[in-house]
C-alpha cells in the first residue's frame, strides 16, 4: 500500500484496525529513504532495525524522521560536521525520549547544514540536499533532510531546529508545513546549541493537524532545560475548529506591495507578491480581518545583521567545546593546544570557521558595544514594536520568502531589500520567542510558495488555529513532491 | 578596518587556521558585513535602549536545589574519547 500521503490520523486508523502494524510502516519508510537516498540525501543515518517501545498513545507505530543534531542515545549523531563524525552520544535528547515513549519509529537522522548554521542545506558533511520539486534547486536549511523527507513521502514527520528560520524556509521551499512554537514550548535538552537565545525546536508535517499533534506530545517542562515552559495544558489538536471570525492579522506595507519592486525586473518576485495578496483575499473570505501596517523600515532592514552577529557571536562561545579531545577526531600534535588545533582546522568546515571568526570579532572587547550589544539592543526594539501590534492584532501573516527555492549556482545581492527584509523577517519569531508556522500557499513556475503566520508568545494553540482555518481555504494541503510521478 | 592579519588572529584565538585563499574569501565578505551592520548603528537612539539576551521580557530566573542526583557512569563519559587511561582522558605531557 503506498503510505506517502498519509497522514498520523489516516495512518492511527489503518493501526488499529490491523490494516498495516507498525513493523509494516517501518519498513516501507524505510525503502522509500533508501529509494531517494542517492537522488535527493535526506539522511545521515537509515535506521536498519525496526524498534519501538510499547506505548498507548496516538502516535503509536508512526514513522518519523529526526534532525541530526538531536542526541539519541547508542546512534551517531554528527550535527553534519566532520568534527562530530564518529561522535555517539551516551544520553537521549528529551525529543528523542519522548517520541520513543510515544512508541513512534526512528527511520532516520537528516542531515542539515553544518552545526545548523546555514540556510541552504549545502553544507552537511555529507553531501548537499537537493529539492525533491526540482533536482536543480535547494531545498533551504538547516533542517534540509528533515523537510526533504516529509515533501517526498518517506514520513508523515520531521524534527527539526530553527534558530532564523531553519524549520520555516526549507517548509516553505519544500511544499509542506513547517511549525516554530514559542521558544521554550519543547525542551532543547540534548539539542546542540548554535544560538542558545534564539533556538527551538519544532517539527516539518505535510497538514497543520499533524504539527499539532506532534507539539501536544513533545511540549511540556523539562528539568534538564531550565527554559522550557510549564505545559499549558491545552491540546492544541482539539483546538484547531476554534472559531477565527474577527481574528485580526497584519503584514508589512510597501514590504509586500509589488509597486514598491515595480523597478526590479524580478518577475518571480512579483508573482510571488501576486499569490500573497490572493491569499490574504480568500483569508478575508474566511472572516479574517486584514490589515497592512507600517513597521519601521530601518529595523527590518536590520533584521538580517541583527541575526547575524547575535548568532554567530552566541555559536563561537557554544562550540567552543569541540576540540578532539573527549570527542572528535583527535588529531596530532605534540601538546595539547597543538591537538585543539590541528582538530578544528580540520573538522570545522570553510564556512563555518567563517562564521565562527565573525563572531570572535563581534566578541573582541573594542567590538562588543558597537557591535553585539547594539545588534542585542535593536533585538529589543524589534521585539518591543511587533509586541504593541500584537495588542491589538492577533497575527503576522507574511509571505515565508520573496521567492520560490534558488538554484544552487544562483547568486543574490545580499544588500538588497529583497534579501534584507524579505528572506529574513522570519527571524522576529526566533527573537521574540514567537510560535510562528510556514504553511504551502500555491505554486510559482511549478515551485511552491508559502505564507508565514507569527503569533503572540504563548499562544501557539491560536496560532496553529488560525494556520489550520487558512490551510482549508487555501487547497494545498497534504501535498507530495512531484505528485504521483514523484522524482 | 579588517586586515587579513587581524582575521587571522582572530582564529588564532579560536584555534584554528584557514588557507591564504579563505582569508580573502572573508575579507570580501567582511566589507558585505559591515555595510549591513552600518545599518544597525544608524538607527535613532539605539544606545537608550537596554540589551536583549532573552527572547521574553517578563521572565522569572529560577533556582533549585542543588540535589545530588544520578548521572553518566565514567565509562559512559568517556565512551567518545580516542585514548584513555582508566578514568581519565589521555593527553600529551603538559609539563616537560
Redesign the interface.
Known amino acids: 500500500m503506498d503510505y506517502r500521503y498519509s497522514d498520523i490520523d489516516t495512518l492511527r486508523s489503518l493501526l488499529s484496525n490491523n490494516e498495516t502494524t507498525p513493523e509494516s510502516l517501518f519498513k516501507e519508510a524505510k525503502s522509500l529513504a533508501h529509494k531517494y537516498q542517492s537522488s535527493i540525501n535526506p539522511f545521515v543515518t537509515i535506521v536498519d532495525e525496526y524498534q519501538k517501545e510499547s506505548s498507548n498513545s496516538y502516535i503509536d507505530g508512526i514513522p518519523y524522521a529526526l534532525k541530526d543534531n538531536f542526541s539519541t542515545k547508542g546512534m551517531l549523531t554528527t550535527a553534519s560536521s566532520n568534527i562530530m563524525k564518529d561522535y555517539v552520544p551516551v544520553y537521549d535528547s528529551t525529543v528523542y525520549k519522548k517520541l520513543k515513549e510515544a512508541g513512534a519509529v526512528l527511520v532516520g537522522k537528516t542531515v542539515l547544514d553544518e552545526l545548523a548554521m546555514g540556510g541552504t542545506g549545502t553544507t552537511g558533511h555529507t553531501g548537499i540536499v537537493k529539492n525533491p520539486w526540482d533536482l536543480s534547486r535547494m531545498i533551504g536549511g538547516s533542517s534540509a533532510g528533515s523537510a526533504a523527507s516529509v515533501a517526498l513521502g518517506i514520513v508523515p514527520f520531521a524534527i527539526g531546529s530553527d534558530t532564523g528560520d531553519s524549520i520555516r524556509k526549507p517548509a516553505a521551499f519544500g511544499g509542506v508545513v513547517g511549525f516554530k512554537p514559542t521558544y521554550g514550548r519543547i525542551s532543547r535538552y540534548g539539542l546542540f546549541a548554535f544560538a542558545s537565545s534564539l533556538d527551538h525546536v519544532g517539527c516539518f508535517s505535510r497538514i497543520v493537524k499533524d504539527a499539532a499533534i506532534i507539539t501536544d506530545i513533545l511540549k511540556g517542562r523539562d528539568k534538564y532545560d531550565m527554559t522550557s515552559l510549564s505545559d499549558d495544558d491545552k491540546v492544541y489538536s482539539e483546538l484547531l475548529n476554534n472559531d477565527i471570525c474577527g481574528k485580526k492579522l497584519f503584514y508589512f506595507k510597501d514590504i509586500c506591495n509589488p509597486e514598491y519592486y515595480k523597478d526590479s525586473n524580478d518577475e518571480i518576485l512579483l508573482k510571488t507578491l501576486e499569490e500573497f495578496h490572493n491569499t490574504i483575499e480568500k483569508c478575508r473570505e474566511i472572516g479574517f480581518i486584514v490589515d497592512e501596517v507600517p513597521f519601521k523600515k530601518d529595523l527590518l532592514t536590520a533584521i538580517y545583521p541583527t541575526y547575524m552577529i547575535i548568532s554567530c557571536a552566541e555559536a563561537t562561545s557554544n562550540n567552543a567545546n569541540l576540540t578532539g579531545i573527549q570527542f572528535g577526531p583527535r588529531a596530532e600534535g605534540d601538546n595539547i593546544n597543538d591537538i585543539m588545533f590541528n582538530a578544528r582546522t580540520r573538522g570545522f568546515s570553510e564556512l563555518i570557521k567563517r562564521r565562527f571568526i565573525l563572531g570572535s570579532f563581534i566578541l573582541q572587547k573594542e567590538n562588543q558595544e558597537k557591535f553585539f550589544l547594539n545588534a542585542s539592543r535593536v533585538r529589543r526594539m524589534i521585539v518591543d514594536d511587533m509586541n504593541k501590534l500584537f495588542e491589538e492584532y492577533d497575527g503576522l501573516i507574511m509571505p515565508a520568502s520573496g521567492g520560490i527555492a534558488p538554484h544552487f549556482d544562483e547568486a543574490s545581492d545580499r544588500l538588497s531589500d529583497r534579501y534584507l527584509i524579505l528572506e529574513n523577517h522570519l527571524d522576529i519569531g526566533n527573537f521574540g520567542g514567537y510560535p510562528s508556522i510556514t504553511i504551502p500557499s500555491g505554486f510559482v513556475d511549478n515551485m511552491p510558495i508559502a505564507i508565514n503566520i507569527t503569533g503572540r508568545q504563548k499562544e501557539d494553540d491560536w496560532v496553529l488555529n488560525m494556520a489550520y482555518k487558512i490551510e482549508a481555504k487555501l487547497g494545498f494541503k497534504g501535498q507530495i513532491a512531484g505528485g504521483e510521478d514523484n522524482v | 578596518m ?1 586586515t587579513k592579519e ?2 587571522k588572529s ?2 588564532s ?6 588557507d591564504d585563499a ?1 582569508y580573502e ?2 575579507l570580501s ?2 566589507d ?2 559591515l ?3 552600518e ?6 537612539n ?2 537608550d ?9 517578563d521572565y522569572e530566573r ?1 533556582l ?1 536545589e542543588d540535589k545530588i542526583e544520578e548521572s ?1 557512569e565514567i565509562d ?8 584513555k587511561v582508566n578514568d581519565q ?1 589521555k ?4 609539563v616537560e
Request: aromatic fraction near 12%; glycine fraction near 0%; avoid cysteine.
Open positions: 579588517v587581524k582575521l582572530y582564529a584565538k579560536l584555534m584554528f587556521d584557514m579563505e574569501i572573508l565578505e567582511f558585505v558585513i555595510r549591513q551592520i545599518l544597525i548603528n544608524k538607527i535613532d539605539i544606545s535602549v537596554k540589551p536583549m539576551t532573552f527572547p521574553f521580557l529560577e533549585r553518566l559512559e563519559v568517556l565512551l567518545n574519547a580516542k585514548f582522558v593527553v600529551p605531557k603538559v
